[in-house]
């Protein structure tokens, strides 16, 4: 069974950068796509970004230019490179991964970005 663990949250300004990533342990060699959501307060989880296991990304409209996701094989491990933070990027961060046909997901990481 494959485990997720984000980090890299945290409460920066607006403008500044975070670095999130999603360590997976476990049966990894099942891991195939993998994504990362967010949930505001009070509203619905919405997908951020995803990478396939070949490295082709898909990003939402208002994160693009932004917002870059990668993955290292090597390491387990899965990145979300956040540049120029708007308060509304605040929201909790979760990571998620397909495991064969069950997908995993994370914890959550709190990201705030307020001045």
């Known amino acids: 069974q494959v485990q997720l663990v984000e980090s890299g949250g945290g409460l920066v300004q607006p403008g500044e950068s975070l670095r999130l990533s999603c360590a997976a342990s476990?049966?990894?060699?099942?891991?195939?796509?993998m994504g990362w959501y967010r949930q505001a307060p009070g509203k619905q989880r919405e997908l951020v970004a995803t990478i396939t296991s070949g490295g082709s990304t898909n990003y939402v409209t208002s994160v693009k230019g932004r917002f870059t996701i990668s993955r290292d094989n090597a390491k387990n491990t899965m990145y979300l490179q956040m540049n120029s933070l708007k308060p509304e990027d605040t929201a909790v961060y979760f990571c998620n991964a397909m495991s064969g046909v069950r997908l995993i997901w994370g914890q959550g990481t709190q990201v705030t970005v307020s001045s």
């Open positions: 476990g049966s990894i060699f099942s891991i195939g796509a």
